[in-house]
């Protein structure tokens, strides 16, 4: 984690992250990666709800926390979410709209390339583009690519010219 603090969807560099595994369950013995409440996973928590220790584990205190800018958690899915300036969000949406410099807009998504929803390195990331419904009408599709993708467009439009 670099010491620069997320921010919210502003035209910032792209993130140099070295992304370490947000710590898990709190639970020494236990290495579940994902944590339920209060800290620990649902397996640990139910255990120590029976037992009656769940007051006798270092936790933090029961009911809402205030999150802190900066701070990342796994999500019961297992995405890393982030608590930005402006609100809380999944990191990887976080780290590409920093790297377009521009929030993500409706209709784009950020896939895990290998497959790891907490691997939010951005050469790990890439943005697809799926609108919902699936398929779209081209002359919907026109103003999205001509605003969000016109270098790419010139680009081949110019390759076209060449090959012409
Ligand atoms: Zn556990």
Known sequence: MTA????????????????ERP??????????????????????????????????????????????????????????????????????????SRHLGRPLVRGENVHHINGDRADNRLENLEPWFSAQPAGQRIDQLLPYVATFHREAVLDLIAKAGDAA
């Open 4 to 19: 620069d603090r997320p921010t919210g969807t502003g035209p910032v560099p792209a993130p140099e992250y070295t992304l």
């Open 23 to 96: 710590p898990g369950c709190l639970v020494e013995e236990c290495d579940n990666p994902r944590t339920w409440m209060r800290g620990v996973c649902k397996q640990c928590f139910m255990a120590l709800r029976r037992s009656g220790d769940l007051d006798a584990v270092a936790l933090p205190p029961a009911g809402k926390r205030q999150r802190v800018v900066g701070e990342r958690w796994m999500d019961y899915a297992g995405y890393v979410m982030v608590c930005t300036d402006t609100g809380v969000e999944p990191e990887h949406r976080n780290v590409m």
